[in-house]
């Protein structure tokens, strides 16, 4: 005879153990109805598949079969398809939408973002956050210097808008130098590290944002080999420039 494999859920194992108290007299049907979370008639009719066909009778008639409402492989991969040909910089909302208007492809949200998570085109938030090691401060005071300019009404009323240009040392945040110009230009930073470097001497490097005073904007720009001119006279001085990814990364707090 032979003997076969009974998968069921735990809470398909709760219910025949209950029914079994039921058909025992160990148990009341209303107990019964407490301790399930079901209706006294929803516990008759389960107790009466029970005893009619035994323990199978409790496990779920939909195990095993194929989903009703399973998609079909040809449709997720024509989604998958279109969503990477048209829509790659989409998140699953848009995405979904443009599905919807565009190609007559109704796709839910939740739906889409699985599909498009398992292909590899989309990433959850929690794997979307990058985190970048902390840069470490310099030791010494003077070897690096933040350089930076920020146009503002300083003033108020009471004059035009201007740029404070700022020189921040990195290992104290000591303010090395302060001026207010007209604008962020060359020759305004010109004139601040003329005035740096007489009070202070010679750093190692500067430190700066990518401000098209310090950086070429064209990289394939073959005058002065790609250097601006503030960049040409600090490799005069024998002084490194180092351009932040963005312009917060190049500021610190005092």
């Not at 109805?33 to 066909?53: E, I, P």
């Not at 003033?155 to 404070?164: K, M, S, V």
């Amino acid at each position: 005879m032979a003997v076969g494999l009974m998968i069921m859920s735990e809470r398909e194992l709760n219910r025949i153990e209950v029914l079994s108290q039921v058909t025992q007299g160990r148990m009341t049907a209303a107990t019964a109805a407490n301790v399930l979370g079901l209706s006294r008639r929803q516990v008759h009719r389960l107790l009466k598949d029970f005893q009619t066909d035994g323990p199978a009778a409790i496990r779920h008639k939909a195990r095993g079969r194929r989903s009703n409402n399973r998609i079909d492989p040809a449709v997720r991969e024509f989604a998958v398809t279109l969503v990477r040909e048209n829509y790659i910089d989409f998140g699953p909302t848009f995405a979904s939408e443009k599905l919807a208007e565009d190609h007559d492809l109704k796709v839910s949200r939740e739906t889409l973002r699985k599909w498009m998570k398992d292909a590899g085109i989309w990433l959850s938030r929690k794997q979307r956050r990058t985190f970048h090691q902390p840069r470490l401060r310099r030791e010494c005071l003077g070897e690096l210097i933040q350089i930076d300019g920020s146009d503002h009404h300083w003033f108020e009323d009471r004059g035009p808008r201007c740029t404070l240009l700022v020189f921040i040392d990195d290992a104290t945040s000591t303010l090395m130098q302060l001026r207010f110009v007209p604008s962020e230009s060359t020759f305004s930073y010109f004139e601040a590290l003329d005035l740096y470097l007489a009070a202070h001497g010679r750093s190692v490097a500067f430190y700066s944002d990518k401000h098209t005073v310090f950086r070429v904007a064209n990289q394939s720009a073959k005058s002065g080999h790609g250097m601006t001119q503030f960049g040409r006279a600090l490799n005069a001085l024998n002084i490194e420039i180092l351009c932040a990814n963005s312009s917060q990364a190049s500021q610190r707090a005092c």
